[in-house]
């Protein structure tokens, strides 16, 4: 099985950026569906973007355009670069990843396997 760290988390004013990392050990994080998910404060943990070899990329809305997921498979790294952040993208970001997921259940905390522990990101306005 993969286990997973982000880093990069931090504070930082609205309509600013940051790059959120998440190292992979264990297993070659190429080989799975990584995402990212996201929690704020008295909310249900919610998907942002998701990216594999057979699905290419997937946002959600409330981040298409701003946000950036990638991988370096050389590092058996994942990122998500995020810009123009908003007070709203305040949240803890957790990194995901699965074998497969099930085409349009990408959203589903429960058809991913594998979670990070998280790293807080808060845009001040």
């Known amino acids: 099985q993969v286990q997973l760290v982000e880093s990069g988390g931090g504070l930082v004013q609205a309509g600013g950026s940051l790059r959120l990392s998440c190292a992979a050990s264990?297993?070659?994080?190429?080989?799975?569906?990584s995402g990212w998910f996201r929690q704020a404060p008295g909310k249900e943990r919610e998907f942002v973007a998701a990216?594999?070899?057979?699905?290419?990329?997937y946002y959600a809305d409330s981040v298409k355009g701003r946000f950036t997921i990638s991988r370096d498979n050389a590092k058996n790294t994942g990122s998500l670069q995020m810009n123009s952040l908003k007070p709203e993208d305040t949240a803890v970001y957790y990194c995901a990843a699965a074998a497969t997921v099930p085409s349009g259940s990408y959203y589903k905390r429960g058809s991913w396997d594998y979670w990070g522990q998280g790293t807080q990101v808060t845009v001040s306005s």
């Open positions: 990216i594999g070899w057979s699905i290419g990329t």
């Open positions: 264990g297993r070659t994080l190429s080989s799975y569906v």
